[in-house]
């Protein structure tokens, strides 16, 4: 299937057989198996899913806004774990709707997907509705300016609970520069901010995943039981958090829309 420029497949994990993995022009974007929806196959997934498991107590549902919709991994994922959560996809791209629909098992049904953009369906939500949002959008395996500024992330702000947490997963390369400036953005915003991710990316000896973990309360989140559960990961991560972010992220500063006009 084509999709704009871009052509979309699911194929069979050859390891796994109930694994599916959605592609775009060849490239892995998104991965389900389609018995067991707790399996997280991509590193990153895990990464946030580790956020969502230490945000709240095991079991209780969740209000989540996931902007990105791929294949589904983290609403069917959170459907599982936390059953009865109210969730919100949000997929700018038709193709990539339809395609999941026909190959893949449906969506639970406390999941709503919808079209459109990720600004706008942040901009028109509720103040206050989400515990959760999940920002993964990319367009030619780019963040989209629009989702990566100033004003966007004061959106998502606006529209988490007291306790809520944005989740963003961005694609990086030495020497982080994108990265760090996301970790400004979020910080002019955020009342505390978590990075998330392979301790190789922070060496500068690979292309891969930054999770980024905003707050709206300072200490939010337990970064020891964090950072020792993605330290136990098959592909072992780090937290920085406070001082530490502090040194990665110094003389970074936040993007706006001035910026990118």
């Known amino acids: 299937m084509e999709s704009d420029t871009e052509v979309l497949e699911i194929v069979v994990d050859p390891a796994r057989p109930t694994g599916r993995t959605l592609l775009a022009d060849g490239v892995e974007q998104s991965y389900v198996d389609v018995v067991d929806a707790s399996h997280l196959h991509f590193e990153y997934v895990r990464r946030i899913a580790a956020v969502i498991d230490l945000a709240a ?4 549902p969740l209000a989540a806004l996931h902007l990105g919709g791929g294949a589904l991994t983290l609403p069917r994922w959170l459907a599982t774990t936390r059953p009865g959560s109210a969730q919100r996809v949000v997929e700018r791209d038709p193709a990539v709707v339809d395609l999941v629909r026909r190959r893949l098992p449906p969506a639970p049904p406390e999941v709503v997907v919808a079209l459109g953009d990720a600004r706008y369906a942040v901009t028109e939500a509720p103040a206050g509705a989400y515990d ?44 982080l520069a994108h990265t760090r400036a996301q970790v400004a953005t979020l910080r002019a915003v955020f009342a505390d901010v978590y990075l998330v991710t392979d301790r190789r990316m922070l060496r500068g000896r690979r292309y891969g995943n930054v999770v980024l973990a905003g707050t709206l309360r300072p200490g939010r989140l337990p970064v020891r039981r964090l950072a020792a559960r993605v330290a136990a990961d098959p592909v072992p991560g ?24």
């Open 132 to 175: 959760v949002v999940v920002g993964d959008v990319y367009r030619a395996a780019r963040m989209p300016g629009h989702v990566a500024a100033v004003e966007f992330a004061a959106q998502v702000a606006r529209v988490l609970r007291p306790d809520g947490v944005y989740l963003v997963n961005l694609t990086d390369l030495p020497p």
């Open 57 to 60: 107590p095991p079991g209780r």
């Open 238 to 261: 780090t937290v920085l958090h406070g001082p530490a972010l502090d040194t990665f992220a110094a003389g970074a500063s936040p993007v706006t829309d001035a910026d990118l006009t």
